[in-house]
C-alpha cells in the first residue's frame, strides 16, 4: 500500500511497505510498520534458526511502534528522538528477552530491527542487525546502516572483500540482535534528506538476492512507489526467494 503524509517543514514523504513469504521458506518471521502521517518507518526480521522468530518480529515492531506513538511528536530535537529511539530498541529488547525467559518454547528467539523516523531534511535511524537502511540519489546508492555482523567485522579488518562477504557461510551470523541477550546497544544514526530522495528499509531476504547496483536500478526507475517495491521483491524471488523478503520505500517531495 502507497500513502504520503506532510510535516511541519513543508516536506512530503511517500511510503509503500510489503513483506513476502519468498519462495522457500513456509512462513513469514518478518514484519513491519509504516506510520504514514507522522512519518516514521520499522522493519525486523525475526532471525534465522530460532524457534519463534515471527513471534520476536513482530513483538519488537508493536513495542517500537507503541513507544514511538506515545512519545515522538515532530517539533521534537534530535538529541530527543535519539533519546526516544534508543529506549524504544532497548524496551523492545527487554520484551523479547523476557518472553523468551516466560515462556520455554520462545527461549533463544531473536530479531533484528530498523526504524527510520523522517523529519523534514534529516532523517534518524535506528538499527539492530543486518537489516538495512539505504538513500537513493542521483549519484548511486548510498548503505546507511553498518551490518552488525561477524562478516562485516570481517571487511572492516580486511580479511575478507565484500564480494567474498556475499557468498561467506557465515553471512548471517550478527554480532547483535534483538532478545539475544538481556541488554542491546543499537546504533543510532541521523542523515541528510532532500528533495527527491528515495529511503529503502529491507531485511536480509533482498540483499541476500540482489546487488547494491540491481536495487539502485529497481529504485530508481520513477514507477509508483507500489511498483518499486513489488519489482524488488519478484526480483528477490525470482533469483531463489530463499528468505522472507520485506522492503518499505519513502520518497521525499517538497
Same mark, same amino acid.
Given at each position: 500500500?502507497?500513502?504520503? +503524509?506532510?510535516?511541519? %517543514?513543508?516536506? /512530503? ?22 506510520? =504514514? ?12 534458526? =530460532? =524457534? ?58 531473536? %530479531? ?16 539492530? +542487525?543486518? /537489516?538495512?537502511? =539505504? ?67 529491507? %531485511?536480509? +531476504? ?39 523478503? /520485506? ?8
Amino acid at each position: 500500500m502507497c500513502a504520503s +503524509g506532510k510535516d511541519h %517543514s513543508g516536506f /512530503s514523504v511517500e511510503f509503500a511497505a510489503r513483506s513476502d513469504v519468498g519462495r522457500v521458506r513456509v512462513r513469514n518471521e518478518d514484519a513491519l510498520h509504516v506510520d =504514514y502521517q507522522r512519518g516514521w518507518a520499522v522493519l525486523a526480521d525475526g532471525m534465522g534458526g =530460532y =524457534y519463534g522468530g515471527d513471534v520476536a518480529a513482530k513483538l519488537g515492531v508493536d513495542v517500537v511502534v507503541r513507544i514511538l506513538t506515545r512519545e515522538f511528536h515532530s517539533e521534537m530535537m534530535t538529541e530527543q528522538v535519539q533519546h526516544v529511539l534508543t529506549r524504544a530498541v532497548e524496551e523492545a529488547n527487554d520484551q523479547i528477552w523476557l518472553a523468551g525467559l516466560m515462556n520455554p518454547v520462545y527461549l533463544g528467539m531473536g %530479531s533484528t530491527l530498523v526504524v527510520a523516523v523522517f523529519m523534514g531534511d534529516m532523517v534518524m535511524s535506528a538499527h539492530v +542487525g543486518d /537489516s538495512r537502511l =539505504y538513500r537513493l540519489r542521483p549519484a548511486g546508492l548510498e548503505q546507511l546502516t553498518r551490518d552488525h555482523s561477524i562478516v562485516q567485522e570481517q571487511i572492516d579488518e580486511g580479511l575478507v572483500s565484500r564480494e567474498q562477504a556475499r557468498h561467506a557461510p557465515i553471512r548471517n551470523m550478527l554480532t547483535r540482535g534483538l532478545g539475544v541477550m538481556d541488554v542491546v546497544v543499537p546504533e543510532v544514526g541521523l542523515h541528510a534528506a532532500q528533495d527527491g530522495d528515495v529511503f529503502l528499509l529491507c %531485511s536480509d +531476504g533482498l540483499t541476500d538476492m540482489l546487488e547494491d547496483d540491481e536495487i539502485a536500478q529497481r529504485l530508481g526507475r520513477g514507477n509508483s512507489l507500489d511498483g518499486v517495491v513489488d519489482d524488488l521483491i519478484d526480483s528477490a524471488n525470482a533469483r531463489g526467494g530463499r528468505d522472507n523478503v /520485506s522492503v518499505i520505500v519513502a520518497r521525499l517531495r517538497m
